[in-house]
């Protein structure tokens, strides 16, 4: 399966500030998927990062509040904006191989103040 | 109401016993499902998927068992580990989807020496 990497692997922030998540796979994927996993709670997919267009995004998440980049088939970018302590979570990027199968990166945990 | 749902938040088995982790679908739709070993500080972690038209598959030590008539799935751990102490957490792929996941709460499982 991919290698998966995400910067940074943790973070505290002030609220009302913005983080940028990124993710480096190191293999070409068409589908990046990004997911909040709120504490002690389950997964939560945010939107699906398509590269050359835009993300798209599910219910309950907007790009101006998560905008996502995708510049190429090897990186994604997550960022986390005007944040508050709501958004404390761990924030996952996985990728979808052949068979359909996702792997997920060790995700970025986020502490807002 | 949540398409995926597990019985047991939490389960403790002894070292060497067998270990059976259950989740309930709603969706009879569901074509694909995945099991992911979640540890603590870290991202999930592929463990063994099956498809709809199957009814059982089996790994190294795991087996996911699939019942479509109740929409029930199973994972099996054969001779539990401590280093399988961990969140398990089900998910499911509406057929026509496109790639999206929807995951169960999760079940901890405790393996005491």
């Known amino acids: 399966s991919a290698v998966i990497s995400q910067k940074p692997s943790r973070d505290i922030c002030q609220r009302g500030t913005s983080l940028t998540i990124q993710c480096q796979v190191d293999?070409?994927?068409?589908?990046m998927f990004w997911y909040r996993q709120q504490p002690g709670q389950s997964l939560t997919l945010i939107a699906t990062?398509?590269?050359?267009?835009?993300?798209?995004?599910e219910s309950g998440f907007v790009i101006d509040k998560f905008p996502i980049s995708r510049p190429n088939l090897t990186f994604s970018t997550l960022t986390v904006s005007n944040m508050s302590p709501e958004d404390s979570s761990i924030y996952l990027c996985?990728?979808?191989?052949?068979?359909?199968?996702?792997?997920f990166g060790p995700g970025t945990r986020l502490t807002v103040l | 109401g949540e398409s995926v749902g597990l019985h047991l938040p939490t389960l403790s088995v002894q070292e060497g016993d067998n270990s059976i982790i259950n989740c309930a679908y709603s969706?009879?739709?569901?074509?694909?499902f995945i099991w992911y070993k979640q540890e603590s500080g870290k991202g999930p972690q592929f463990i063994i998927d099956i498809r709809s038209n199957m009814d059982k598959r089996q790994g190294q030590r795991v087996t996911v068992l699939l019942n479509k008539t109740v929409k029930h799935l199973s994972l099996q751990i054969a001779a539990t580990q401590p280093g399988d102490s961990a969140v398990y957490f089900c998910a499911e792929r509406l057929q026509g989807s496109n790639y999206k996941l929807t995951f169960g709460k999760g079940t901890l499982l405790t393996v005491n020496p």
């Open positions: 996985s990728v979808e191989e052949a068979q359909n199968t996702q792997y």
């Open positions: 990062a398509n590269q050359g267009s835009e993300a798209t995004y």
């Open positions: 293999s070409q994927v068409t589908m």
């Open positions: 969706n009879s739709a569901s074509d694909y």
